[in-house]
């Protein structure tokens, strides 16, 4: 019954372009698709070992730059742009990691924020290579095709890496380094004193989730051709990114989806119905405040936990969703 | 098995640990006693890594593991419980277990969580410490008792030479601190070596080979039970008389 109904839910996510009556809903799958993979990217690092990053759009950033002027300053390949600035921006996530994750709690917090906003101001002031606030304008690899055909396509090019990431998380959360990350999770010291390198475990965290968010960036800046640094290095998109882990529940490998499926549909809706203004945001940090206060552990681990709790013991009963 | 010396460590102007050399006999039931605040869990935390001395050195056998961290600490053969129980709250009973398991190949990282003979051994020291009927539990469904029990199980898991035990009967009833101690024994009767904090005396005089005693930061008397029982400067520590 539940690989029967996973079959469906795949099978209509798959559809879902040809299912809405314009192209308008698929660009706002696009965004949503996008958005879930990226927050199910944030949670390898936020779901897992408990590290909250608010600078991952730090990493969107990059990628998306780095794939952008690749193609669009040296005339590189698309894939060949993807490939090779999502490896650049890991490296160099790997490397801040190795600094970041020295610090816990409250700190790691302000030292993401203090990434993404030295890079926000590297991309505004460095106009002769970005664009700074004029945008860089990335042309599109797929020429031939008409707007609506974009989207269609990039809706499942970003449906393939939320497969991805998925897959890295579930495989990554039933493995020993997934339980590591855990401990990590629930007591550093303890795990420390066991012989977890925690150090280690946390600075591998960190690079894989930032890879996977670069691929996203990489992919944004080849579907929507031109790159804002005000955007792409938003403090507020990477809270978006913390905000539907939240609320579906970052324990949980579906979790971020479904926080996704509500939280970017909800936002498109605001712009819509409200406007260019900025209640959108002011609606994305109420609902951050409100699930942080009243639903910590996200919607689906409340409906997890019932479920579990439900079932006769096994072998090894597994403490986090997903498996 | 352990020797410090000249250890010390301060908090701005509180040295919490001062000129601490201290030997840990290889084989025994070594105890580390003292009042509140003399420097015993200090001493903890800077022979297992968790803080890094001002000065001093810390040797485990012929290796120097000053300043090292706590993770190369506990490869070595040194396992700890702390002061308050510590647990993976969230994890179940198995899981705290096999947490302990070493993984050095990344093939051994990316497999799944505990193998059949992983297993089996975790479950053979839940039975051993009497909690094999919670394996499925979340840790934090345990009894504080429990989890002191799970606490000194998931140590034992990383198979340690060396286990320094924080407080193991604090905030225990005394029907467990009797299991407690057998256990405790039964351990050192095959191999193991133990370093424990304790302020339950009984306990204490009743189980140690070789009793350690700290006053204000600093070692100020070490031997057999008996000797260190009639000493006059643990009188004066202890009772100020």
């Known amino acids: ?323 | 098995m352990i020797t410090t010396a000249g250890l010390r460590k301060s908090y701005g102007g509180v040295t919490a640990v001062r000129d601490a050399t201290v030997e840990v006999l290889p084989g025994k039931i070594n105890a580390l006693i003292g009042p509140n605040g003399s420097g015993k869990t200090t001493f903890f935390n800077l022979v297992t890594g968790l803080i890094k001395p001002d000065s001093g050195t810390v040797h485990y056998r012929d290796t120097d593991i000053t300043g090292r961290s706590p993770h190369r600490i506990a490869h070595l053969g040194l396992g700890r419980t702390f002061q308050l129980c510590r647990i993976f709250p969230r994890m179940t009973v198995l899981e705290n277990m096999l947490v302990a398991v070493r993984r050095t190949r990344l093939r051994e990282l990316l497999a799944g969580i505990g193998n059949p003979a992983e297993i089996e051994r975790a479950r053979g020291w839940l039975r051993r410490t009497g909690i094999e009927h919670m394996e499925t539990a979340e840790a934090r469904e345990l009894s504080y008792g429990q989890q002191k029990l799970l606490e000194l199980a998931a140590v034992l898991m990383a198979e340690p030479e060396l286990i320094l035990l924080d407080e193991p009967a604090g905030g225990v009833n005394p029907a467990l601190i009797e299991r407690l101690v057998t256990l405790i024994r039964e351990l050192n009767a095959e191999g193991h070596t133990f370093l424990v904090v304790e302020h339950n005396m009984d306990m204490v005089m009743g189980m140690s080979d070789h009793v350690i005693v700290f006053d204000r930061g600093a070692p100020i008397c070490a031997g057999p039970p008996r000797q260190v029982r009639s000493d006059p400067r643990v009188l004066e520590a202890y009772l100020g008389v």
């Open chain 1, 1 to 323: 019954m539940r690989i029967v109904s996973s079959l469906l839910l795949v099978a209509a996510a798959l559809a879902y372009p040809w299912l809405v009556p314009n192209y308008y809903l698929v660009y706002a799958g696009v965004l949503t698709v996008m958005y879930a993979a990226m927050a199910t990217s944030w949670n390898i690092l936020g779901g897992l070992s408990g590290y909250v990053s608010l600078g991952h759009s730090a990493f969107f950033g990059l990628g998306a730059y780095g794939t952008g002027l690749l193609v669009a300053r040296l005339g590189w390949p698309w894939p060949l742009a993807l490939g090779v600035s999502t490896a650049g921006v890991a490296l160099f996530a790997a490397l801040v990691g190795v600094a970041a994750v020295r610090v816990r709690g409250a700190s790691f917090v302000i030292v993401t924020i203090a990434l993404v906003s030295a890079m926000n101001l590297l991309a505004q002031g460095w106009r002769s290579l970005t664009g700074g606030s004029v945008a860089l304008q990335v042309p599109s690899p797929f020429a031939g095709l008409h707007r609506g055909q974009t989207h269609l396509l990039f809706y499942h090019l970003f449906l393939a890496l939320l497969a991805a990431v998925l897959l890295a998380w579930w495989l990554i959360s039933r493995s020993r380094y997934g339980s590591g990350l855990r401990a990590i999770r629930e007591d550093e010291d303890k795990a420390e004193s066991l012989g977890v390198p925690t150090a280690a475990y946390k600075v591998v965290a960190f690079a894989l989730s930032a890879l996977f968010v670069a691929l996203a960036g990489g992919l944004y800046a080849l579907w929507f051709g031109s790159l804002d640094p005000i955007f792409v290095f938003s403090v507020v998109f990477g809270a978006s990114m913390v905000l539907m882990s939240l609320l579906g529940g970052r324990r949980h490998l579906l979790g971020p989806l479904l926080g996704a499926l509500i939280v970017a549909p909800a936002g498109e809706y605001f712009l819509i119905a409200l406007g260019e203004t900025q209640i959108h945001l002011t609606a994305t940090g109420v609902l951050l405040v409100l699930v942080v206060l009243f639903m910590p552990e996200g919607i689906l681990a409340r409906r997890w936990r019932r479920d579990h709790n439900r079932r006769a013991p096994q072998v090894l009963r597994r403490s986090d969703g997903g498996a």
